[in-house]
């Protein structure tokens, strides 16, 4: 079993910058990929950014040059810091993460958290 939980939202005005973390827990072999998602009011939920177990990261093209995400395989953690915030980057923010619960099936299970409102302000 395993447990997203994100922190950082909040209400930011335009130009500015927030920071959001996602720690997960519970029963973790590895993590694989770990990413951000977002879905505003009246759309579909978008990927936003990714990140591997490696360190390679991909991301939309509306929050490129802005947008960074990060993670502390330590911790458990992946974090996505935003700047340059724009009114359309206002959604709820979704961390996700591929787990594999390890041996003996080895099954990899992707995991979302509750997602945190990130709003910006004009």
């Known amino acids: 079993q395993v447990q997203l939980v994100e922190s950082g939202g909040g209400l930011v005005q335009a130009g500015g910058s927030l920071r959001l973390s996602c720690a997960a827990s519970?029963?973790?072999?590895?993590?694989?990929?770990m990413g951000w998602y977002r879905q505003a009011p009246g759309k579909q939920r978008e990927l936003v950014a990714t990140?591997?177990?490696?360190?390679?990261?991909n991301y939309a093209d509306s929050v490129k040059g802005r947008f960074t995400i990060s993670r502390d395989n330590a911790k458990n953690t992946v974090y996505l810091q935003m700047n340059s915030l724009k009114p359309e980057d206002t959604a709820v923010y979704y961390c996700?993460?591929?787990?594999?619960?390890?041996?003996?099936?080895?099954?990899?299970?992707?995991?979302w958290g509750q997602g945190t409102q990130v709003t910006v302000s004009s």
């Open positions: 990140i591997t177990a490696g360190g390679n990261t």
């Open positions: 996700n993460a591929v787990v594999s619960p390890g041996p003996p099936k080895w099954v990899p299970n992707v995991y």
């Open positions: 519970g029963s973790i072999f590895s993590i694989n990929t």
